[in-house]
């Protein structure tokens, strides 16, 4: 069963990354260290498979610098 957006939205703020907000149901988040992500969908849509391999390539850049 796929995470929600949500699940995926809770993990980057905890990663440190700050939600710029956006348009319509896109979220745009910055870290300080200067990388970029950006989360579309409702909080309560189940994530894309794309959305996790985003997430999970965000969270190792923050971690490896």
């Known amino acids: 069963m796929p995470r929600k957006v ?4 809770a993990d980057l703020e905890k990663a440190g990354f700050l939600n710029r907000g956006g348009k319509g ?12 992500v950006t ?9 894309k498979h794309y959305q ?3 997430l999970r ?4 850049a923050v971690k490896d610098n």
Request: proline content about 3%; charged content about 30%; cysteine-free.
């Open 25 to 36: 149901s896109h979220r745009n988040f910055t870290h300080p260290k200067g990388l970029r």
């Open 52 to 54: 996790e391999r985003d």
């Open 57 to 60: 390539r965000a969270l190792v």
């Open 39 to 47: 989360m579309s969908g409702g909080a309560g849509e189940d994530a």
């Open 6 to 9: 949500r699940q995926l939205i």
